[in-house]
């Protein structure tokens, strides 16, 4: 199985702060990223695929980088609406796996 | 739009059958597309389960296969999930979701609300 590890684990932030979440996979996984928001009691929503794809209506404040191992999501001027959980999830493998998750709180 | 919404029983004893449904509105799921399942226990990170292709081709997760069943239902327009042998460990929130292929590149969207099942006698 590719381990995906997210960091960090939670993190506290303030409305317009612009914040950083990083996944790295345990063997490369080229571009083969997706990014997950998740809110208490809510269906999960895709962010962003294929490691920099916006998923269409996703605010452009959004955006995800990397490839090979070390992937990121960044949001650039944090809204209220942001606050959640975030995950990664590979698919190089068809056996796909998930990060652990990153919180983001208000701060 | 596409929306999926999961049904079934919320409590399940050990060692019997945990059934769930996701009915699908807004896309015939013969059309294209796998439709699939993940779940969230309590604590717990997200679990890809498996998923079934709309020409009825399956891929399961390997921890799960000898137990799983994930099949299409054209008539009614949705898909099940049937997990064997239950155990605590199977406790979790499942979520249905239709799984999008794209030039070899997969993604889960959308996904449904989630529905809680407790294994527990």
């Known amino acids: 199985d590719i381990q995906m590890t997210q960091s960090p684990s939670s993190l506290s932030a303030s409305v317009g702060d612009r914040v950083t979440i990083t996944c790295r996979a345990s063997?490369?996984?080229?571009?083969?990223l997706n990014w997950y928001q998740h809110k208490p009691g809510k269906a999960p929503k895709l962010l962003i695929y294929?490691?920099?794809t916006l998923q269409s209506g996703v605010p452009s404040r959004f955006s995800g980088s990397g490839s090979g191992t070390d992937f990121t999501l960044t949001i650039s001027s944090l809204q209220p609406e942001d606050f959640a959980t975030y995950y990664c999830?590979?698919?190089?493998?068809?056996?796909?796996?998930f990060g652990q998750g990153t919180r983001l709180e208000i701060k | 739009q596409v929306q999926l919404q999961e049904s079934g029983p919320g409590l399940v004893k050990p060692s019997e059958t945990l059934s769930l449904t996701c009915a699908v509105s807004?896309?015939?799921?013969?059309?294209?597309?796998?439709w699939g399942w993940i779940r969230q226990s309590p604590g717990m990170g997200l679990e890809w389960i498996g998923s079934?292709?709309?020409?009825?081709?399956?891929n399961y997760n390997p921890s799960l296969r000898n137990r799983l069943t994930v099949s299409l239902d054209p008539s009614k327009n949705q898909f099940s999930l049937k997990l064997t042998s239950v155990t605590a460990a199977d406790t979790a929130v499942y979520y249905c979701?239709?799984?999008?292929?794209?030039?070899?590149?997969?993604?889960?969207?959308?996904w449904g609300q989630g529905t809680l099942v407790v294994v527990s006698s």
């Open positions: 807004g896309y015939s799921i013969t059309t294209a597309y796998y």
């Open positions: 079934v292709y709309h020409g009825g081709n399956t």
């Open positions: 294929a490691a920099s």
């Open positions: 979701v239709r799984d999008v292929d794209s030039e070899h590149f997969n993604w889960f969207d959308p």
């Open positions: 999830q590979q698919n190089y493998l068809s056996l796909y796996t």
């Open positions: 063997q490369t996984i080229t571009r083969y």
